[in-house]
């Protein structure tokens, strides 16, 4: 079976960074188009960057120059890089990855930007 965990997450003061990483077993993440995606409360769930399987790479405006994207295929893993955070930042970050036609999806790892 095709699993996804996220880590990383955790609390950091605004300006500081954090390192997210999503390992998945079950499939390779060299083969499939990946993305983080990350959900506030009370706010519908955001693409934050997405990687195709060529490695073409695409970023939300609010993040674009502060946030990287990480494809380490003998590692198997999915890493994001988050520099200069910000309180607005604060979510429940997701791993996807979408392989013939299905969605899958990590449990999350929270991400809370606060001084």
């Known amino acids: 079976q095709v699993q996804l965990a996220e880590s990383g997450g955790g609390l950091v003061q605004p300006g500081g960074s954090l390192r997210l990483s999503c390992a998945a077993s079950?499939?390779?993440?060299?083969?499939?188009?990946m993305g983080w995606y990350r959900q506030a409360p009370g706010k519908q769930r955001e693409l934050v960057v997405s990687v195709t399987s060529g490695g073409s790479t695409s970023y939300a405006d609010s993040v674009k120059g502060r946030f990287t994207i990480y494809r380490d295929n003998a590692k198997n893993t999915l890493d994001l890089q988050m520099n200069s955070l910000k309180p607005e930042d604060t979510a429940v970050y997701y791993c996807s990855l979408k392989r013939r036609g299905a969605n899958y999806w990590g449990q999350g790892t929270q991400v809370t930007v606060s001084s």
């Open positions: 079950g499939i390779s993440v060299g083969f499939a188009a």
